[in-house]
């Protein structure tokens, strides 16, 4: 599975877009970007995923670029309950739940 | 439904000591997953099941096994305890299959080896 970087912390004003990025330069094609978040004291939490396109879901937005080599996911009003330790993964396609976290990026909502 | 559940949620044990965490996955859900964080650390992978078979261990020593029951339910034995196996034991259920890599994952075991 291809490496993936994250800036160790960032800042973010309640109300506004989080928007937190990932390089993962060495993707392949076969490789796809998901993304959980850590909410202190409990269990990771599956965000959102994709291979290629953009996708939404309820909870936020990944904006993966044309070269794939990195991605964005965006909280469009991020809250307090979103202080959280994002995480994003690389993971092959054949793979089959093995997950490998890195140390992520740690979010801070700010009032 | 009920997401997935851990127990115990906190224990504590002496060296050398033996440990039984159990978790059960949600409903529907054959695969399951464990993993160990360390204070201050990302989740690391320590074993996958699925229907009840092993499809893979991460990097951890024999003193660690797990296994998967008829009901999907699953249990991670630690032997001879260290002090360094204190840390926060998760487990994780999926669909398996396409779904693999959506986990659930529970609130965890916190386990203290004094």
């Known amino acids: 599975d291809a490496k993936t970087t994250q800036p160790p912390s960032m800042d973010c004003t309640e109300g506004r877009a989080a928007n937190l990025p990932c390089n993962h330069s060495t993707i392949s094609g076969n490789e796809y970007v998901y993304w959980y978040r850590q909410i202190h004291s409990q269990g990771p939490q599956y965000i959102i995923h994709g291979l290629k396109n953009n996708e939404t879901n309820e909870m936020a937005s990944l904006i993966i670029t044309e070269d794939r080599k990195s991605s964005t996911l965006i909280l469009p009003h991020a809250t307090l309950r979103d202080t959280a330790v994002y995480y994003c993964i690389v993971i092959h396609q054949s793979n089959t739940g093995k997950l490998i976290f890195g140390q992520g990026t740690t979010l801070q909502v700010k009032p | 439904d009920a997401g997935v559940t851990q127990s115990p949620t906190h224990l504590i044990k002496t060296r050398g000591q033996h440990v039984t965490l159990r978790c059960s996955p949600i409903s529907g859900h054959k695969s399951v997953s464990w993993y160990q964080q360390v204070l201050g650390q990302g989740p690391q992978f320590i074993f996958q099941?699925?229907?009840?078979?092993?499809?893979g261990r991460g990097n951890f020593p024999d003193r660690f096994s797990a296994r998967q029951f008829p009901n999907y339910s699953s249990e991670l034995n630690v032997n001879a305890l260290l002090l360094g196996d204190s840390a926060l034991y998760l487990c994780a259920s999926s669909l398996g299959g396409s779904g693999a890599n959506v986990l659930t994952f529970g609130a965890g075991s916190r386990l203290t080896v004094l």
């Open positions: 099941y699925y229907e009840k078979e092993e499809r």
